[in-house]
């Protein structure tokens, strides 16, 4: 079991950019993959961005590469997303979510924070 919650979302201008966070609290909490989804109004829960337990692997949803970096730092128990260049297409409710496997899709990971609001303003 592990609890997650994220933090760090909030106002942006478009091309700006914010780092969310998101703490994992458990015993064995950095033996999870991590990964980052985000759901936007109207639209199902998509797949960010993902990183496996060691931090040496990540891999990203094709549209957010090379503007967003996902990282975790075990002995802080934390993941973090780096968002450069937002535009409102981002704006969305960010969620943190833990799995002892691997994937991009939002069944894959059973256990979930309460996620973090992003708006991008034009």
């Known amino acids: 079991q592990v609890h997650l919650v994220e933090s760090g979302g909030g106002l942006v201008q478009a091309g700006g950019s914010l780092r969310l966070s998101c703490i994992a609290d458990?015993?064995?909490?950095?033996?999870?993959?991590m990964a980052w989804f985000r759901q936007a109004p109207g639209k199902e829960r998509a797949f960010v961005a993902a990183?496996?337990?060691?931090?040496?692997?990540?891999y990203y949803a094709e549209s957010m590469e090379g503007r967003f970096t996902i990282s975790r730092d075990n002995a802080k128990n934390t993941v973090y997303l780096q968002m450069n260049s937002l535009n409102p297409d981002d704006t969305a409710v960010y969620y943190c979510?833990?799995?002892?496997?691997?994937?991009?899709?939002?069944?894959?990971?059973?256990?979930w924070g309460r996620g973090t609001q992003v708006t991008v303003s034009s």
């Open positions: 979510a833990a799995a002892y496997g691997s994937g991009q899709l939002a069944t894959n990971y059973p256990y």
């Open positions: 458990g015993r064995t909490a950095n033996n999870y993959h």
């Open positions: 990183v496996n337990p060691g931090g040496n692997g990540v």
